[in-house]
């Protein structure tokens, strides 16, 4: 991410081991992701879409290249660096929700502002703010066992969201929802884009949710090989998205 909030020239090449040998999960990705987009990564399994998100997400570390998040070189910065990097610059949607069980929808979206330091009060309030904005002013309470699969994926964005990163990253997002359920946590995700100017980079497999994104990167075998940007609004495909 560049300094005005897109990333910069990435050309990363991480690797993982298979049998005893190595395999490259990423190969000579040539990347510049800008401030606003709404990118969305497609392709088959295996195709490097959950690597590259981990590497733009200061997760995994390249074994060859570089990655520059807000004109800096990420690649060789402390485990602590890379902690306190995440904490402020980037909020993490994943398929799964990855709720803590015993905690209300509130304080799930207050742990990230703990990590930040901020004041007790102010994140009961940024809390409730948030999970207004996503529709749940009246599920604060509840812990995640007792809210629909959507509305903990609801309560997942409001916590990517609380210490107001200017990127979000989301891993398959409505993988895990039905169709209409998908396409209203699309809807979140656009708005977030659209009117707070945040920067969105989606994993996902389905097409109908990709195609709202204003980039689609196609990749397989860890190389991008097709590219489409969005030309004009698409008509909906959901009933409430």
Not at 35 to 62: Q, V, Y
Request: proline letters at 5%; aromatic letters at 4%; glycine letters at 8%.
């Amino acid at each position: 991410m560049n300094r005005d909030g897109g990333w910069g020239r990435n050309h990363a090449e991480p690797q993982r081991a298979k049998k005893g040998n190595r395999i490259n999960a990423i190969s000579e990705l040539d990347l510049r992701i800008e401030k606003g987009e709404f990118l969305a990564l497609l392709g088959p399994s295996g195709s490097g879409k959950t690597t590259l998100l981990n590497l733009l997400g200061c997760l995994d570390r390249p074994t060859s290249g570089r990655v520059f998040v807000d004109a800096m070189d990420v690649s060789e910065k402390s485990e602590n660096e890379l902690s306190a990097i995440r904490a402020r610059k980037i909020g993490f949607v994943f398929q799964s929700f990855n709720l803590m069980p015993m905690y209300s929808a509130a304080e799930n979206v207050e742990l990230p502002m703990m990590t930040t330091r901020v004041p007790r009060a102010q994140r009961r309030q940024r809390a409730a703010k948030l999970l207004g904005r996503v529709g749940l002013s009246g599920r604060m309470q509840h812990r995640p066992d007792e809210l629909s699969a959507g509305e903990q994926q609801r309560v997942a964005i409001a916590r990517a969201l609380a210490n107001n990163p200017p990127i979000i990253l989301a891993d398959e997002p409505t993988g895990n929802l039905d169709t209409r359920t998908g396409g209203e946590i699309i809807g979140i995700l656009r708005k977030l884009n659209r009117e707070s100017g945040t920067t969105i980079v989606m994993v996902t497999h389905d097409e109908r949710m990709a195609r709202y994104a204003t980039r689609r990167l196609y990749l397989k075998d860890g190389c991008i090989v097709r590219a489409i940007k969005r030309a004009a609004k698409p008509s909906s495909a959901f009933s409430s998205p």
